[in-house]
């Protein structure tokens, strides 16, 4: 992967998002559609994959067939709307092993504050695929992201559902080895920081919080 940002156009992400973003889309059809995209982004996040050749027999013969080389990928939610897009990608790929970082913003500083970090060994040996489904202004990513490089993780990918054009600028000056892929690129954020036209707060759509 070395475009920048990946912006999914297929049609039925792009439907799929846009029941997403109506209001009066309810918490249960939120989550199932958000279950749905993010299986279908989960496709492009993994595209070119190292693969490697496993011999099998099929009923009619022996095969070296296609498998994905190397250590099992990580998945990394952001919490709390990461769970999200998680659920998804982990429905496809059932063997991923599984990290979570939170992050909350100090209300004076507005800079990012870890309260939680727990990820997979050996991140160094593995894709990481870290998952957030709002790319807003990017502080929360850029955090989580240079925690992931802490710990050693130095093939990084970053999928999310709706990016603004101020999230992929500051992730692409902080990390630009870090691919996006996103099913939308919208027009900006708001003075509090929500994507417009966006879909309001994401996790308090998916858990029904307000
Ligand atoms: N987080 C959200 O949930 N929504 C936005 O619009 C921005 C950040």
Redesign the pocket.
């Known amino acids: 992967m070395n475009d920048h940002v990946t912006h999914v156009t297929h049609p039925l992400v792009q439907h799929k998002l846009t029941l997403m973003r109506q209001r009066e889309t309810s918490t249960a059809l939120f989550r199932q559609l958000l279950r749905e995209i993010s299986q279908l982004l989960a496709y492009e996040v993994t595209r070119g994959l190292p693969m490697t050749t496993r011999r099998i027999d099929t009923p009619l013969e022996p095969m070296d067939a296609p498998v994905i080389d190397g250590k099992k990928l990580a998945l990394v939610s952001i919490l709390r709307?990461g769970n999200g897009l998680l659920d998804g990608v982990l429905e496809l790929i059932p063997s991923a092993r599984v990290g979570f970082v939170g992050l909350y913003r100090d209300e004076e500083t507005l800079q990012p504050v870890q309260y939680y970090f727990k990820v997979p060994t050996e991140l160094e040996d593995r894709l990481v695929i870290a998952v957030d489904?709002?790319l807003?202004t990017g502080n929360s990513s850029v955090a989580a992201i240079d925690l992931l490089k802490q710990a050693g993780a130095t093939n990084i990918r970053f999928l999310c559902l709706?990016a603004a054009p101020e999230g992929i600028a500051r992730m692409r000056a902080a990390h630009p080895d870090v691919p996006i892929v996103t099913a939308a690129i919208d027009s900006h954020l708001n003075d509090r920081?929500?994507?417009v036209p966006?879909?309001?707060?994401?996790?308090?759509r998916m858990f029904g919080t307000k």
């Open positions: 709307a489904p709002m807003a709706l920081g929500y994507i966006g879909l309001g707060d994401a996790g308090d």
